[in-house]
């Protein structure tokens, strides 16, 4: 697994092992990332929140790409360990926060966020459950994109949230939603 673009294109991250996590692939992060970068323009000063992270690299590619700063939540403790060692590789501490936690815990946020991206487990929900929850605890403002990965069969369907587009990559699904 690599960094698709930007400040640390090339570099790789290391990824947990086993199959509590599923990274995503080089090839879907791309693509996630030319959706977002035609709709954001820019990720300049973005303030990210990177959900069920795994290994982080959905936040690290936004932050390589010159996102502001990155949340990253992930429940699992040795993914989290490897979400901190990428991080401290590329030298991104202070661009970083990591909190071990489920995203079904999260409390309320201070202000809503410009990019959520949410990898939750396939075939589980979690998606539309996290996002409903983040909506009602103020995470999701008028300007912010949500961006969800699922299984190709799946759908994320959330009160008051618009699908703005989706496209299936091999077994998987992207969904950018909005206000």
Avoid at 48 to 76: K, M, N, P, T, Y
Avoid at 127 to 145: E, M, N, S, Y
Avoid at 174 to 179: E, K
């Amino acid at each position: 697994m690599r960094v698709i673009a930007g400040e640390w294109r090339g570099r790789k991250l290391a990824a947990p092992k086993g199959d509590a996590t599923r990274p995503t692939s080089d090839r879907t992060r791309e693509t996630l990332f030319s959706m977002l970068t035609s709709r954001l323009g820019s990720f300049d000063e973005l303030r990210i929140a990177d959900l069920f992270a795994g290994s982080g690299a959905l936040g690290i590619e936004a932050l390589s790409r010159g996102a502001a700063h990155c949340l990253f939540v992930e429940q699992d403790r040795a993914a989290v360990d490897v979400i901190r060692a990428n991080i401290t590789s590329l030298d991104a501490r202070a661009r970083a926060t990591v909190e071990t936690m489920s995203v079904m815990h999260l409390r309320p946020a201070r202000e809503p966020y410009d990019l959520i991206l949410l990898d939750p487990p396939y075939h589980t929900g979690a998606g539309a459950v996290a996002l409903d929850r983040l909506k009602r605890h103020d995470w999701i403002g008028p300007a912010t994109w949500m961006a969800v990965e699922t299984a190709f069969n799946e759908d994320v369907k959330v009160d008051g949230l618009t699908i703005e587009t989706e496209r299936r990559i091999g077994k998987g699904k992207l969904t950018l939603l909005r206000q």
